[in-house]
């Protein structure tokens, strides 16, 4: 194997030191016009490329950012992972992407490894056990070590930084209105995100739909399932013992599932029951029949979260200081067969 050519072998090659061919490289006027021709012709025809990571510890950047994100399965967090991407590119950044499968100690490890200098920043959306614990210390630190850091729709109101969310009180709260609208008042509710951030309002703005239209929230249509519940067994027991018209899923993969129980149940949709699931990843498009969703717009998310991890990796640099930002991003309902509109 041909061995990589350094700033070192160089230098042995013309006889100088390291920091002449350097400059020479960087087109300084330190060094004569012909030398740095010389220089330039010599690296370019053996192949040289600058180490981008020793070069950013010299100048204490990485030109790297990280992102952690719950699940990379759901096609939602694969949107905001392009739309990260694609601004990031846009502003020199590589990515580094870690998967906390919603575990608070592997979101921990991937916050601590970024902390120690892997990353300039980073984005996260936090893991389920992370919220229900409560501890975001790993956080704080971070922050602390001038770690450029922003959240993206998990998020908490116990740390200070940027974050990028859905009104998902609101958007749970058209997606109720939606089936009231059209005549499906026994509405029942599937979570498998009840301790997340985004699971509680949801569901709040589910609640909140259902008393404004004068219909008795039923706490048996709330069909929260925990990592050791069975979905089919549970949906069953609500189905076989109240009236269900319509069915509001708040995550992508708890969607296709009930939509094929359902099915397997005999349930002609939306004959007998109307169905609208959160996100509009690719599958809710390609199952029969195709679902009405609830788009959160992952990949502008996912840029927006960028900007302004990029906006505040600039202000650490400048030593700058301003206020934390939110952005909120309207949600929408499109419709497609698993809905009636009258």
């Not at 991937?110 to 902390?115: C, D, G, L, P």
């Amino acid at each position: 194997m041909k061995k990589k050519l350094t700033l070192k072998t160089i230098a042995k090659h013309f006889n100088v030191s390291i920091a002449t061919i350097s400059k020479a490289l960087k087109n300084s006027y330190d060094i004569s016009e012909e030398r740095r021709k010389e220089v330039q012709k010599f690296a370019k025809e053996n192949g040289y490329k600058p180490n981008i990571f020793a070069l950013g510890l010299k100048r204490n950047k990485t030109n790297t950012i990280g992102l952690i994100l719950p699940n990379i399965l759901n096609l939602y967090f694969a949107k905001v992972f392009s739309g990260v991407e694609k601004i990031a590119n846009e502003h020199g950044y590589n990515v580094v992407i870690c998967i906390s499968n919603d575990n608070y100690q592997k979101e921990v490890d991937a916050t601590n490894m970024f902390v120690n200098g892997t990353v300039d920043g980073f984005i996260v959306s936090l893991a389920e056990e992370t919220q229900k614990l409560q501890n975001y210390s790993h956080f704080k630190n971070a922050i602390k070590q001038d770690v450029g850091l922003v959240m993206i729709d998990r998020v908490t109101d116990e740390v200070n930084c940027d974050k990028v969310i859905v009104n998902d009180a609101k958007a749970a709260y058209d997606a109720t209105e939606y089936f009231i609208s059209n005549q499906r008042k026994n509405i029942a509710l599937v979570s498998i995100i009840s301790h997340t951030s985004v699971g509680k309002l949801r569901i709040q703005g589910y609640k909140k739909a259902l008393e404004n239209n004068n219909i008795l929230v039923d706490e048996n249509l709330i069909i929260r399932v925990g990592k050791n519940d069975d979905l089919e067994t549970l949906l069953k027991v609500v189905l076989g013992s109240r009236k269900v018209d319509a069915l509001l899923c708040l995550e992508e993969t708890a969607t296709i599932s009930t939509l094929e129980i359902l099915k397997k149940l005999h349930y002609k949709i939306p004959e007998n029951i109307s169905l609208i699931g959160f996100t509009n990843g690719e599958l809710l498009q390609h199952v029969t029949p195709k679902v009405t969703s609830v788009s959160q717009h992952g990949v502008f998310m996912g840029e927006q979260a960028m900007r302004f991890l990029a906006a505040k990796l600039k202000e650490i640099e400048e030593d700058k200081v301003s206020s934390s930002k939110t952005k909120i991003v309207k949600t929408t309902i499109l419709e497609r067969e698993s809905t009636i509109k009258l």
